[in-house]
C-alpha cells in the first residue's frame, strides 16, 4: 500500500497531466477512486490554517522565537510580539490561501 508521500507525488502528476482521473490511474494501476480520495484529503489538509503542537513544557516556547509555517510562508514570532501585527499577518495570509 501506498503512502502518503507516493500519493501526494501522484495527485501532484495528476493535476499536471491534464488527463481524467479514470485515465490517469488506469495508467498508474491503482483505483481511481483511491485517487479522488487522496486529492481531496491532501487538499483538505493543505486548507489547515495552522497547526499546534503542544510541548511537554512551556518553557520550550519561551527559549527561543515560534515558528509557525504554512504552506511556503514562514512566520518567526520573538517572545516579546505585537499581537495585533500578527494577527494581521495570519489573516492576510488566509486570504492569499484561498
Known amino acids: 500500500m501506498a503512502d502518503r508521500a507516493t500519493w501526494s507525488k501522484r495527485v501532484e502528476a495528476w493535476r499536471a497531466s491534464e488527463l481524467k482521473a479514470a485515465e490517469f490511474a488506469s495508467r498508474g494501476g491503482f483505483a481511481e477512486r483511491t485517487l479522488r480520495w487522496w486529492a481531496w484529503r491532501l487538499e483538505r489538509e493543505s486548507r489547515a490554517?495552522?497547526?499546534v503542537v503542544r510541548t511537554d513544557s512551556p518553557r520550550a516556547v519561551e527559549r527561543?522565537?515560534?515558528?509557525?509555517?504554512?504552506?511556503?510562508?514562514?512566520?518567526?514570532?520573538s517572545?516579546?510580539?505585537?499581537?495585533a501585527l500578527l494577527r494581521d499577518v495570519l489573516a492576510l495570509l488566509r486570504e492569499a490561501r484561498t
Open 49 to 51: 490554517f495552522v497547526r
Open 64 to 77: 527561543g522565537p515560534l515558528v509557525i509555517e504554512l504552506g511556503d510562508a514562514r512566520v518567526v514570532v
Open 79 to 83: 517572545t516579546a510580539f505585537d499581537r
